[in-house]
């Protein structure tokens, strides 16, 4: 259970607390390396792998944290 004091005045009762964001968007960005790619023998069909797992990379993946659907991948 949580009470609603501030600070110190908490009673022993209070276990934790929560924060979340709301609304939020996480951008990054990659590139494949066509030299390395060649040289590890790192095929066109691996990076289409590669994208598909990012497309799916929330299913199966809920938590308190990360309640399901709210987490999904917009655009490879």
């Keep these: 259970s949580v009470n609603s004091e501030p600070g110190k005045d908490k009673g022993s009762d209070t276990m934790g607390m929560k924060h979340r964001v709301d609304f939020g968007v996480y951008v990054f960005y990659g590139s494949i390396n066509t030299q390395l790619a060649e ?34 991948v917009h655009k490879v």
């Design 39 to 72: 040289k590890t023998g790192f095929t066109n069909e691996d990076a289409e792998k590669i994208k598909n797992a990012l497309v799916t990379l929330f299913e199966n993946d809920a938590s308190a944290a990360r309640p399901e659907g709210s987490i999904e």
